[in-house]
């Protein structure tokens, strides 16, 4: 699906060498980096009429449109210019992975959904779940008792916050807020799935 991207004006190619532009191709949805290209005005052209991402090869001196022999199109979403209108932001969905190497991405990245710091406390659970050093931490104690218990965490920690939710106190709302996520956590591990699992479900009801 094209946005509509009012951001987006003629590259000013008089800055450019040898009238290429450098292009970053970044995934519309996990927003991680995939390549980078250069576009001619041709190229430019023939992303915005065909939606699929094309370039200008340097080495080749022609015109290439990423996925053309192997069917790993570039399907394009938005192009945004940078402050000095001499490179191009591009957003995308891609089909199968960019590199022709058959990564991911250009630099040997998995291109999976991030979710900052969240990403990280799924990790530290997961650290401290099947941690074999014999000590008993509050999350490998959770999952010790098992599921019943972690899934009754999860519901007084539930009825904390919706409690403090109808008072006036933000912070012990926050506060609260924070233990039910945390525990949320641990339930998810617990029951097999992540973040992903539920990013995946949620954008199955996008409309």
């Known amino acids: 699906m094209i946005e509509n991207n009012m951001k987006f004006n003629n590259p000013n190619w008089e800055k450019t060498t040898d009238g290429l532009i450098p292009a970053i191709i970044q995934d519309a949805r996990t927003k991680n980096v995939l390549m980078l290209g250069y576009m001619n005005a041709e190229a430019l052209e023939k992303t915005q009429k065909s939606n699929r991402v094309t370039f200008y090869s340097r080495s080749k001196k022609r015109l290439w449109t990423k996925g053309e022999e192997s069917g790993n199109f570039l399907n394009l979403v938005t192009i945004k210019n940078d402050c000095d209108n001499d490179s191009l932001l591009i957003t995308v969905n891609p089909v199968g992975p960019t590199c022709h190497k058959g ?62 939710a109808m008072d006036n106190n933000d912070e012990l709302f926050l506060y609260e807020s924070g233990d039910l996520l945390f525990h949320y956590l641990i339930l998810l591990q617990a029951k097999g799935f992540t973040l992903k699992d539920i990013e995946a479900e949620l954008m199955k009801r996008k409309k």
């Open 103 to 164: 990564t991911d991405t250009c630099w040997e990245e998995e291109n999976t959904s991030n979710f900052g710091f969240f990403s990280e406390l799924e990790s530290t659970i997961e650290e401290r779940r099947t941690a074999a050093d014999g000590s008993k931490s509050y999350v490998a104690s959770l999952f010790d008792k098992g599921i019943n218990k972690i899934a009754q965490k999860v519901g007084e920690e539930a009825v904390e916050t919706v409690i403090e």
